[in-house]
């Protein structure tokens, strides 16, 4: 199975900035996509955005206004989401995600496995 852990959410003020990480287990890491995704209290989860296992493909929701980027080491088995200009409707859990057939998919439920999630708040 795979294994993905994010780390970097805490709190920040708005305008501040924040780089997510995720770090994942398994051998074809390079194969996978990854996304970001992130849910609020009383929504459904949301998605921000995708990168090909390459990292030569992207994909990003209309909310991020180029704010935010993904980017991927396959080196070192991480993905990260910088997230820059936050403000405080970013506040939710932030989760990363592996799809292992490789597609840049923006559907939920088409990943494969799920990270434990990491609080991001932004106060005003």
């Known amino acids: 199975q795979v294994q993905l852990v994010e780390s970097g959410g805490g709190l920040v003020q708005a305008g501040g900035s924040l780089r997510l990480s995720c770090a994942a287990s398994g051998r074809a890491f390079s194969n996978y996509a990854m996304g970001w995704f992130r849910q609020a209290p009383g929504q459904e989860r949301e998605f921000i955005a995708v990168i090909s296992g390459s990292g030569g493909r992207t994909r990003y929701a209309d909310f991020v206004k180029g704010r935010f980027t993904i980017s991927r080491d396959n080196a070192k088995h991480t993905v990260y989401l910088q997230m820059n200009s936050l403000k405080p409707e970013d506040t939710a859990v932030y989760y990363c995600?592996?799809?292992?057939?490789?597609?840049?998919?923006?559907?939920?439920?088409?990943?494969?496995?799920w990270g434990q999630g990491t609080q991001v708040t932004v106060s005003s």
């Open positions: 995600a592996a799809d292992l057939w490789g597609i840049t998919t923006t559907q939920a439920d088409q990943y494969d496995y």
